[in-house]
């Protein structure tokens, strides 16, 4: 809402004219106009009240009222407020009324656009400058009508060709035609010429759909001939099919004999002796035969495979070279336990060094320094040995974590993640502990990356604040009483794994990249990772070594230790396949299993007594395994 009501009012005397909206009462609009006038007139007051002039009608000349400036704005009105802009043109003050609003609702200078476009219909009307009551009287219509377009807003294209037409021709016509004029001067055309246009065009679209295209007689004959000039043998089976309906059309008695019993017993006879000697040909013999091909030497070459990304080119893996950067070969990993990502982070760049000897013959030293080491070897308690040999009985209940993780990568890149664990309880046995029952209360700490946790409350119950207790009868198997699951932000990975694959011509190449988390406690081992193939190759080659699963199409590598702070491990395997086209994409998923056991579990949860210093349970290792752990 910018302007509600444009009026001409002269400096002495009546209003001339009103021009309002719609929904603005013209009442309001008179006594917004009727405190102007009163406004001017106290100002005029004011300022001459200390001169006191004879004349009182100084006090209401032009000269000497304080609003005669040429434009400006001023705020009248008690209880409805409004806002004024006027302009003052030779004695008469054209004004534009808006509200009052100091909240950024009104746009004034676009009122103060509408009341100088009405100037400028004035100014027009009475042919220059001298603006009088008189002239105005004279156009009246034609000022009342531009001044209602004006307050409804107009262009000033469209305004230029309404004071254009305003003297000497029809208020009709400067109107009305003020719109095609304004299409004219920017170049556009009336519907009226352009519609025929339209329906020539649709009528063209209609008649080129219904249209049908025959080919000549002539045409159509030769085609014929040249098929049967190709395929004439096709034509005489066609003719043979023809006459077979034709012969069984005829009819036959159902209950006759058959013809195979008046027909002669044949035995050399029945045999056919051909004298073509393309029979006897060897080659035509083998046409028909499929013979596969061998792959091409690139199959016993390195292959290169390139990595590119948003970034540019971050390099490749060469197969045939057993030497790469990590740059080169470990990239782009987000930060699922804390790195960047840029792998380098938490791998270092250094190979383990090798142990130098004589590879494996100074084992078979023998003398003082053997002993010694026998010796020590055997003086030490709590080797993993002996915890193998030996097996201790049960002091008391024994509690445990069991968790297990899935995960997805596609590429460089976690999609998925999912770890979910299970508190244990082992009690005593029954023979031991009889029909006394297992009771006691622990606290488990390290929650804050748990999501969801859940209790068997048959068996446990909350004490709040982490403190649970838990009553059960003695069992032989361990008992499940606690579940819980991980954010999938705050998981962490034991180990990370990368897929890449290539297809050039008629090879297939793949990698697996993997790398450990350094932040375990203690190095994978026994990890076996599966590689299903899209097709059962015909020619393999994989580095390591690895076992042929041909029945499931897989591969599988066994590693027995993946250490936490080494390089990232490679398993490659290259084969043939029958598609030459680069774009077909080959399905390839890769599949990682291990386990653990470590005193502290994979999430950071752990069990504490609920007091400090009693044992009413013994924590034992905790265990951790894959679940769904694969690469795409």
Request: net charge negative; charged share 25%; glycine share 4%.
């Given at each position: 809402m910018s302007c509600l009501a444009l009026s001409l009012q002269p400096a002495n005397g009546s209003d001339i004219l009103l021009q309002t909206r719609e929904w603005f009462p013209p009442s309001r609009a008179l006594g917004a106009l009727s405190a102007f006038r009163q406004t001017r007139r106290a100002f005029a007051a004011n300022k001459n009240a200390n001169n006191a002039p004879d004349d009182a009608y100084a006090a209401e000349s032009i000269g000497d009222d304080p609003l005669a400036a040429s434009s400006g704005q001023v705020i009248v009105g008690v209880e409805s407020r409004y806002r004024i802009v006027y302009r003052l043109v030779n004695g008469i003050y054209v004004l534009g009324i808006t509200v009052a609003d100091h909240d950024n609702s009104v746009n004034v200078f676009e009122c103060i656009?509408?009341?100088?476009?009405?100037?400028?219909?004035?100014?027009?009307?009475?042919?220059?400058?001298?603006?009088?009551?008189?002239?105005?009287?004279?156009?009246?219509?034609?000022?009342?009508?531009?001044?209602d377009i004006v307050l409804r807003g107009v262009s000033n294209i469209r305004l230029a060709a309404m004071l254009a037409t305003m003297h000497?021709?029809?208020?009709?016509?400067?109107?009305?035609?003020?719109?095609?004029?304004?299409?004219?001067?920017?170049?556009?055309?009336?519907?009226?010429?352009?519609?025929?246009?339209?329906?020539?065009?649709?009528?063209a679209i209609e008649a080129f759909a219904n249209a049908r295209f025959e080919l000549p007689p002539e045409t159509l004959e030769a085609g014929d001939e040249l098929a049967a000039s190709l395929a004439p043998v096709a034509g005489e089976q066609q003719q043979q099919e023809e006459q077979k309906p034709e012969e069984s059309q005829a009819e036959k008695d159902p209950f006759a004999a058959s013809d195979a019993i008046n027909k002669p017993q044949e035995l050399v006879g029945g045999f056919k002796k051909t004298r073509d000697p393309s029979a006897t040909d060897l080659t035509t013999a083998l046409e028909g035969l499929d013979v596969t091909t061998l792959p091409p030497p690139e199959a016993t070459q390195s292959t290169h495979i390139n990595v590119e990304g948003f970034e540019g080119n971050y390099g490749g893996v060469e197969f045939g070279q057993e030497q790469a950067s990590l740059g080169e070969a470990f990239e782009g990993f987000n930060d699922a336990w804390g790195g960047g990502l840029d792998v380098s982070e938490f791998v270092g760049t250094t190979k383990a060094p090798k142990p130098q000897g004589l590879g494996g013959v100074e084992l078979l030293q023998t003398g003082p320094d053997a002993a010694t080491k026998a010796t020590g070897a055997g003086s030490g308690a709590g080797t993993p040995l002996?915890?193998?040999?030996?097996?201790t009985e049960m002091k008391g209940p024994e509690m445990y974590i069991s968790e297990e993780i899935s995960a997805e990568f596609r590429e460089s890149l976690l999609a998925r993640v999912g770890l979910m664990g299970v508190v244990y309880l082992k009690t005593l046995p029954p023979k031991t502990a009889g029909d006394k029952e297992t009771e006691f209360s622990f606290r488990v700490e390290g929650t804050s990356a748990v999501k969801r946790f859940a209790i068997q409350g048959s068996r446990v119950s909350s004490l709040g604040n982490g403190m649970f207790h838990v009553r059960t009868a003695a069992s032989e198997e361990p008992i499940p009483i606690m579940k819980f699951s991980l954010l999938p932000r705050l998981t962490p990975l034991p180990l990370r794994v990368r897929l890449i694959k290539r297809h050039t011509g008629s090879l297939l190449s793949v990698m697996i990249q993997y790398v450990s988390n350094p932040d375990l406690i203690a190095p994978l081992n026994d990890v076996t990772f599966v590689l299903k193939l899209p097709v059962d190759p015909t020619l393999l080659n994989v580095s390591p070594k690895a076992v042929l699963n041909r029945s499931e199409k897989e591969i599988k590598w066994h590693v027995p230790e993946i250490p936490l702070k080494g390089s990232p491990g490679r398993l490659r395997a290259r084969m043939p396949v029958d598609s030459s086209e680069d774009d077909e994409e080959f399905e390839v998923v890769g599949y990682v299993k291990f386990s653990a056991q470590a005193t502290q579990s994979l999430s950071g949860v752990s069990l504490r007594p609920a007091s400090e210093g009693k044992t009413d349970f013994y924590e034992v290792s905790h265990r951790f395994e894959s679940g769904v752990y694969l690469c795409n």
């Open positions: 656009h509408i009341v100088n476009q009405a100037v400028s219909v004035v100014v027009t009307a009475c042919r220059g400058v001298d603006v009088t009551p008189e002239k105005l009287s004279r156009k009246y219509a034609e000022i009342y009508m531009a001044l000497g021709e029809s208020i009709a016509k400067m109107v009305h035609s003020a719109i095609d004029t304004e299409n004219k001067i920017r170049g556009a055309d009336n519907w009226s010429s352009v519609e025929v246009h339209s329906v020539e065009h649709q009528a002996d915890n193998l040999v030996t097996k």
